[in-house]
């Protein structure tokens, strides 16, 4: 079964940039669209970021103009370009496969944007 485990987050200031990564423990499908999550606390789990299997990409309207989303299946990895964070960006930030997740949960990586 495939396991998912996210790197990368950290403390950051506003406007700062983080580079999320996602591995797989196994094979993604290429044919699996792969996304980003995040939850910040006290909130439900959103979905910030996808991947289709054409090439097409979404993001929430929160990130827009400041996340990309891209993957590599060579090395089972799927990442997140965050730019010009800003405080409400904090969250634990999760992949998955979008609109709804039917692999695992990995821990997820903690993105704190704080001054």
């Known amino acids: 079964q495939v396991q998912l485990v996210e790197s990368g987050g950290g403390l950051v200031q506003p406007g700062e940039s983080l580079r999320l990564t996602c591995v797989a423990s196994?094979?993604?499908?290429?044919?699996?669209?792969m996304g980003w999550y995040r939850q910040a606390p006290g909130k439900q789990r959103e979905l910030v970021a996808a991947l289709l299997t054409d090439g097409t990409t979404y993001l929430s309207d929160p990130v827009k103009g400041r996340f990309t989303i891209s993957r590599d299946n060579a090395k089972n990895t799927v990442y997140l370009q965050m730019n010009s964070l800003k405080p409400e960006d904090t969250a634990v930030y999760y992949c998955?496969?979008?609109?709804?997740?039917?692999?695992?949960w990995g821990p997820g990586t903690q993105v704190t944007v704080s001054s």
């Open positions: 998955n496969t979008p609109v709804q997740a039917i692999l695992p």
């Open positions: 196994g094979s993604i499908p290429s044919h699996y669209a």
